[in-house]
């Protein structure tokens, strides 16, 4: 796999080695495109009830359970965690603790490494398999495999789109010249304010916050939600779809009072779509460690446009990863995304509305105005 100038990898056959038999255009997912076919499905919204656990994942912590019920029965379970010095990696567990790599979503393409041949190897080894990822990801799997194992569990989630490494890397030395203490954590999506506002987090020695902004004023995320800084194929994607060969696909619930007050808590909720009767029995058997509300899957992917479209190329794509190549990391960041006196006061209606509860009403506001805004400049 290569690198290219803006950060993401491609495969690069070696032609002098390649027997041209033709299997990786046979099995690739994006090649021969499964289409989206109705069949049987749930839908629920979780939360998990232990509090730490519930702090430190993206919405409301079903992956951990989930994970937990393949441990339980001597399994392991791969996932994105972060190398020593941050990239973003899939890798391994086996304990409980380990779990917790997995926790928060990091926006950023993970890379796969070897993983889809250990997990072959754990599989036909007889062990319990989970694989977490993107759509993209798990269809790859899929395609890898190229045959279904009944010990093997699959998770994937609604995917915005992918951010690209070498962005997230410029961002990183950015925050390291600025913080300028190691760090030990990052948070993509830190609930400091609570679940509905979460914050980009940076936390140094002894747990201390370093860095926490929010989707107004964090680079990393404005860049994200502003379609500058994911991979081309984000752009066609061809993994938008409602029914899928996983088992579980997840994701936010920031609407969870459409649903449930009990679960409107600000503390996270996850929606999941269960695909298979395993699913439901994985659920079912894990209800002593979350709380679980069945509810219509119509009603569940309604209005859900990152399951089904995939995002719009910001016009000024180009010409950004042109100057993250040539200029400073920092000043790339400022002239493309500019924290102006509208971003600080933006900031701080989000934190006054968050800090009196009255964050959910605004958001849809916000969610309206700079969705176009940050597109268009
Ligand atoms: C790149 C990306 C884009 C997303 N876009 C949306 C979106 O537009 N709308 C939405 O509602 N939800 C989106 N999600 C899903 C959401 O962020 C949560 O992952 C989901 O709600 C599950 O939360 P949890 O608390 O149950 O899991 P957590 O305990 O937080 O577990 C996170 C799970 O995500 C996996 N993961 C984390 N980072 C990556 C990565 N870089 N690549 C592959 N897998 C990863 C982990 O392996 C783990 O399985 C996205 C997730 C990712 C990774």
């Known amino acids: 796999m290569c690198e290219d100038d803006e950060g993401f990898l491609y495969p690069a056959a070696d032609e002098n080695t390649c027997i041209e038999c033709g299997l990786c255009e046979v099995v690739c ?23 730490q656990v519930l702090r430190e994942s993206t919405s409301g912590g079903a992956f951990t359970a989930i994970a937990r ?36 979503s990091k926006y950023v393409q993970s890379r796969i490494g070897n993983t889809y041949k250990e997990a072959k190897q754990f599989l036909m080894e007889g062990k319990c398999v989970l694989f977490s990822g993107t759509p993209c990801q798990l269809e790859g799997l899929f395609s890898f495999l190229r045959k ?17 490494p070498l962005v997230y890397r410029k961002y990183l030395e950015a925050q390291k010249k600025k913080i300028g203490s190691e760090f030990t954590n990052i948070l993509f999506r830190d609930k400091y304010y609570g679940y509905k506002y979460s914050t980009m987090s940076i936390i140094g020695c002894n747990d201390s916050i370093e860095y926490h902004e929010g989707i107004d004023t964090d680079i ?9 800084s994911v991979r081309p ?5 061809a993994f938008k779809k409602r029914y899928r060969n996983t088992d579980f696909t997840i994701w ?13 808590n600000d503390k996270g909720v996850t929606r999941i779509l269960a695909h298979s009767d395993l699913a439901n029995i994985i659920l079912k058997e894990s209800s ?17 446009k990152e399951m089904f479209h995939s995002v719009s190329m910001n016009p000024k794509r180009e010409a950004f990863f042109v100057d993250l190549n040539l200029l400073d990391a920092e000043v790339c960041f400022h002239k493309y995304f500019p924290v102006t006196l509208r971003h600080r006061l933006e900031k701080q209606a989000r934190l006054w509305t968050a800090r009196l ?20 400049r």
């Open 29 to 51: 997912p994006v090649i021969h495109v499964q289409p989206d076919v109705e069949k049987e499905q749930r839908a629920y919204l979780v939360q998990h009830k232990n509090e």
């Open 69 to 104: 019920w393949v441990l339980d029965r001597g399994g392991v379970v791969c996932g994105a965690g972060f190398s020593t010095d941050f990239e973003v990696v899939h890798q391994w567990a086996n304990c409980y603790e380990d779990l917790r790599m997995f926790r928060n």
């Open 148 to 164: 279904p194992y009944e010990n093997l569990v699959t998770v994937d989630v609604v995917c915005h789109a992918c951010p690209s």
């Open 220 to 228: 990393m995320m404005r860049a994200f939600f502003a379609n500058m």
């Open 233 to 237: 194929s984000c752009y066609q994607c």
């Open 252 to 264: 936010d619930c920031f609407d969870v009072d459409k649903f449930s007050k009990e679960l409107d």
């Open 288 to 304: 002593s460690q979350l709380k679980v509300l069945e509810i219509n899957s119509n009603k569940a992917v309604e209005g859900v």
């Open 357 to 376: 509860g009255l964050y959910k009403y605004i958001k849809k506001i916000f969610k309206a105005i700079n969705g176009n805004r940050e597109i268009k």
